[in-house]
């Protein structure tokens, strides 16, 4: 069994920087695609960022490429996610999920991911 547990959301203003952490308790996690998603206020959820290979492996999507940074400890159990250049639409509950495989073309779908964290809030103000 695999938990996530966010933490490290707040509220920001326009181009500041947040740092999300989710804990991940379970088997090696090392073996496990990580990746944050986020939901706005009356959106789909999307993929923010992934991280497989033990972390090695980097996958973003087009609207935070530049931006954010994310990064894996395996000792641990850590996956963090490194906010910068906030915009008032990064807005949104983020969560953390593991799946167990995923690629350039597959980590953006939700729907790969067994697990997921409860989420937390990141409030952009302009």
């Known amino acids: 069994q695999v938990t996530l547990a966010e933490s490290g959301g707040g509220s920001v203003q326009s181009g500041g920087t947040l740092t999300l952490s989710c804990a991940f308790s379970?088997?090696?996690?090392?073996?496990?695609?990580m990746a944050w998603f986020r939901r706005g206020a009356g959106e789909e959820r999307e993929a923010v960022m992934g991280l497989t290979n033990g972390g090695r492996t980097q996958y973003h999507s087009d609207s935070t490429r530049g931006r954010f940074t994310m990064s894996q400890d395996n000792r641990k159990k850590t996956v963090t996610l490194q906010m910068t250049s906030l915009k008032p639409e990064d807005t949104g509950v983020y969560y953390c999920?593991?799946?167990?495989?995923?690629?350039?073309?597959?980590?953006?779908?939700?729907?790969?991911?067994?697990?997921w964290g409860q989420g937390t809030q990141v409030t952009v103000s302009s």
């Open positions: 999920a593991a799946g167990p495989d995923c690629n350039v073309g597959t980590f953006a779908q939700s729907t790969l991911y067994h697990y």
């Open positions: 379970g088997p090696e996690s090392k073996r496990w695609c």
